[in-house]
């Protein structure tokens, strides 16, 4: 009966995905689960991953919208704004195991991998659990020519992970201003990869 009342009176997944300890916690579980699941291994820099938190808690404030009918729709690009901060600072080096199949998404980028899969689970939750929404996954996730595309075009502007992230949601993506939100968008998400573990803490 207490626990019932502890998870029902916990703040709604986007609040806590605000709060750093709350990041921190599910990325690291995000880590270990994809290395669990890939054999790949993985170093995390905290302190880079911390300054990924804060660069994209500032840009997720700066086009927050102030209208309900934008929030289920923000979501959608809070992430891709995430995955954007983290390919920018790289707070993980990931390593993959002997002999991988490089055709495959998880050992061709393991980063990479490991960044798309957090923050669509991320997005997945606040969706499902906020919104009572879910998602249809695009097939491009598992399409090696898409994560070529991917890797190098954002090695060259790194806000089109924006798009490439609605992409593999199987949302519509905004090529050619990835980085501002366009008000009216509807997304649609469920996570396929990591069910995490979520903090009910206030702090």
């Given at each position: 009966?207490?626990?019932?009342?502890?998870?029902s009176?916990?703040?709604?997944?986007?609040?806590?995905?605000?709060?750093?300890?709350?990041?921190?916690?599910?990325?690291?579980?995000?880590?270990?689960?994809?290395?669990?699941?890939?054999?790949?291994?993985?170093?995390?820099?905290?302190?880079?991953l911390?300054?990924?938190?804060?660069?994209?808690?500032?840009?997720?404030?700066?086009?927050?919208?102030?209208?309900?009918?934008?929030?289920?729709?923000?979501?959608?690009?809070?992430?891709?704004?995430?995955?954007?901060?983290?390919?920018?600072h790289?707070?993980?080096?990931?390593?993959?195991?002997?002999?991988?199949?490089?055709?495959?998404?998880?050992?061709?980028?393991?980063?990479?991998?490991?960044?798309?899969?957090?923050?669509?689970?991320?997005?997945?939750?606040?969706?499902?659990?906020?919104?009572?929404?879910?998602?249809?996954?695009?097939?491009?996730?598992?399409?090696?020519?898409?994560?070529?595309?991917?890797?190098?075009?954002?090695?060259?502007?790194?806000?089109?992970?924006?798009?490439?992230?609605?992409?593999?949601?199987?949302?519509?993506?905004?090529?050619?201003?990835?980085?501002?939100?366009?008000?009216?968008?509807?997304?649609?998400?469920?996570?396929?990869?990591?069910?995490?573990?979520?903090?009910?803490?206030?702090d």
């Amino acid at each position: 009966m207490n626990e019932t009342r502890e998870i029902s009176n916990a703040p709604p997944v986007r609040k806590r995905a605000q709060r750093m300890r709350w990041f921190i916690e599910v990325f690291e579980s995000q880590m270990a689960e994809t290395a669990g699941e890939t054999g790949n291994t993985f170093d995390l820099d905290r302190a880079r991953l911390a300054q990924v938190f804060s660069e994209w808690l500032d840009a997720f404030n700066a086009q927050k919208p102030n209208t309900p009918e934008d929030q289920r729709a923000y979501v959608g690009f809070a992430a891709g704004l995430m995955v954007r901060t983290l390919l920018r600072h790289k707070p993980v080096t990931g390593q993959v195991q002997r002999d991988a199949d490089t055709s495959n998404p998880a050992y061709f980028w393991p980063e990479g991998y490991l960044y798309v899969v957090f923050c669509l689970n991320v997005r997945g939750m606040v969706i499902e659990m906020d919104f009572e929404g879910e998602q249809s996954l695009s097939a491009e996730l598992d399409d090696l020519r898409t994560w070529w595309s991917f890797k190098e075009n954002v090695g060259e502007d790194p806000s089109l992970a924006i798009a490439f992230l609605d992409l593999f949601a199987g949302d519509k993506p905004e090529w050619s201003t990835p980085d501002i939100f366009q008000s009216g968008g509807v997304d649609q998400i469920s996570g396929q990869f990591f069910n995490a573990k979520l903090v009910t803490s206030d702090d």
